[in-house]
Every structure is written in structure tokens, then in C-alpha cells.
């Protein structure tokens, strides 16, 4: 029973941390990555797709992203779509390609980001320490129904808790390793 409590709330857990990695990819350091690009959809006969879906979007150098349509007629819907999104990013075709240079972060930016990112890191850690509360209340659930005795009990919330610290360290490492990257010139 409490290896089952244990095992969901480390999933759960796990879930967080993922979660927190989607974010950070959603803020942009002032290098290149195609998973910039990863929350943007383009109307595509109708229908948002990602923008993976209609294009191959890669790397041109340090500063740009290149973005390849499949079809032709995609480009303008695709560059519309970049500008809509909060990114602040302007795109400029040439033909076919698209390409999507990175304006230089400004100190200012820098840490508007890194206050951004401070944020997702601190839903994170709450959202960890929610699912610690929802382990423990099952095993004191577990206790008042005499299914596992005290002993039983405490050694579990032992066991949440270790998962619960492991967790907020990922998650705290994660976040160090955003704030380098972000102050990087």
C-alpha cells in the first residue's frame, strides 16, 4: 500500500519536474534552439498545428533559426504566427526559408527572464510539495483505517519526504542551471 502511495507521488512528482523543463524551453536565452519555436501553432488548412508539423525549423548559426516550409504557401501564415507569439521575435523570408534571427538580450530582459523563470521554478516546488501533502493524507487515511500501523506510517512519510526533497533539488539545480544560461553574454 505504501509502496503504491510512494511510487504515484514519485511519478507525480516526476510529471513537475518535466513540466518545469517545457517551461524553461519557453524562455529564450539569446542563443538559437528550435524548441523556441515548440509552443507556436500555424493555421494550416484550417486547423493550428505546431509549427514542427508544417516546417523543419533548425539551427543557421548561433543568432538564427532557419525554417524550411514543406509548402510554399505556408510561409506567410508560418511568419504571422512567430510575430503573434510572445517571444518577441521578427521573422524575414527570402522565398521559401524563413529565417528568424535573436535579438541580443538587454540587461533588462535578462531579468525579466530570470524572474520569469524563478516563477515556473516556484510552481514547481509547490506543486511537488502539494503532491507530498496528498501522499501523506493517504497514509494518514491508511493509519486511521488500521490498514499500516504507526511504524508503517512514519517510515512512508519518510519516504515522501526524501522523494519530496530529491524532487525540489531537481528542480532547484534546473533552475540554477536557466539563471546561468540566461546571464551568459
Same mark, same amino acid.
Given at each position: 500500500?505504501? =509502496?503504491?502511495?510512494?511510487? *504515484?507521488?514519485? +511519478? ?18 539569446? @542563443?538559437?534552439? %528550435?524548441?523556441?519555436?515548440?509552443? !507556436? ?6 486547423? #493550428?498545428?505546431?509549427?514542427? $508539423?508544417?516546417? =523543419?525549423?533548425?539551427?543557421? #548559426? ?23 507569439? *510572445?517571444?518577441?521575435? =521578427?521573422?524575414? +523570408?527570402?522565398?521559401?526559408? !524563413?529565417?528568424?534571427?535573436?535579438? %541580443?538580450?538587454?540587461?533588462?530582459? @535578462?531579468?525579466?527572464? !530570470?524572474? $520569469?523563470? @524563478? ?14 501533502? #496528498?501522499? =501523506? ?10 490498514? !499500516? ?11 515522501? $519526504?526524501?522523494?519530496? #526533497? ?20
Amino acid at each position: 500500500m505504501i =509502496n503504491e502511495i510512494t511510487s *504515484d507521488a514519485e +511519478s507525480r512528482m516526476q510529471k513537475s519536474v518535466e513540466s518545469l523543463v517545457e517551461q524553461f524551453k519557453k524562455i529564450r536565452t539569446g @542563443r538559437a534552439h %528550435p524548441s523556441l519555436l515548440d509552443s !507556436i501553432t500555424v493555421s494550416y488548412y484550417g486547423s #493550428d498545428v505546431p509549427i514542427q $508539423q508544417v516546417a =523543419n525549423v533548425s539551427v543557421e #548559426d548561433a543568432r538564427t533559426l532557419t525554417i524550411i516550409p514543406w509548402e510554399r504557401q505556408v510561409v506567410s501564415d508560418i511568419e504571422k504566427a512567430i510575430m503573434k507569439s *510572445d517571444l518577441g521575435l =521578427n521573422p524575414s +523570408s527570402a522565398g521559401d526559408v !524563413i529565417r528568424v534571427p535573436m535579438p %541580443p538580450l538587454t540587461e533588462e530582459t @535578462r531579468k525579466g527572464y !530570470i524572474r $520569469q523563470a @524563478r516563477t515556473e521554478a516556484e510552481n514547481a516546488r509547490v506543486a511537488i510539495r502539494n503532491i507530498r501533502r #496528498d501522499a =501523506n493524507g493517504d497514509i494518514k487515511d491508511l493509519l486511521k483505517e488500521k490498514e !499500516i500501523s504507526e511504524d508503517d506510517s512514519r517510515r512512508g512519510e519518510d519516504q515522501v $519526504q526524501k522523494l519530496t #526533497d530529491k524532487y525540489v533539488a531537481e528542480a532547484d539545480s534546473l533552475l540554477a542551471l536557466k539563471e546561468k544560461d540566461l546571464m551568459e553574454i
